[in-house]
């Protein structure tokens, strides 16, 4: 299967988006001049930047535990742990998200 590939895709983007956070976080501050500070707000804020965060986190984070759980012993039930891992990384983050949002 290539949860492998889900895997280290998901830790790119998880990176990009951090940073994108954390470099918005910085400029809210207002260091970087009161012009930029706004736009940062919007970008900081924004469900276009939470939502793929929470996501990419969540199954990330599942994924990391089924390589571990696999890697204890569990290789007849890759299959089964995929498909649990998927459904409780996308389980996990819907329910944050409607809590964050609603």
Do not use: N, Q
Request: proline content about 2%; glycine content about 8%; aromatic content about 12%.
């Amino acid at each position: 299967m290539f949860v492998w590939v889900i895997h280290r895709v998901s830790g790119l983007i998880l990176i990009a988006l951090l940073v994108t956070k954390i470099l918005t976080g910085f400029a809210l501050s207002g260091r970087w001049g009161e012009d930029l500070a706004e736009t940062c707000t919007l970008i900081h804020r924004s469900p276009f930047v939470d939502v793929p965060l929470l996501f990419m986190f969540s199954l990330h984070a599942m994924y990391g535990l089924r390589t571990i759980i696999v890697d204890l012993g569990a290789r007849k039930r890759e299959k089964l742990l995929f498909w649990a891992a998927s459904a409780g990384g996308i389980a996990a983050a819907g329910a944050i998200t409607y809590l964050a949002y609603k």
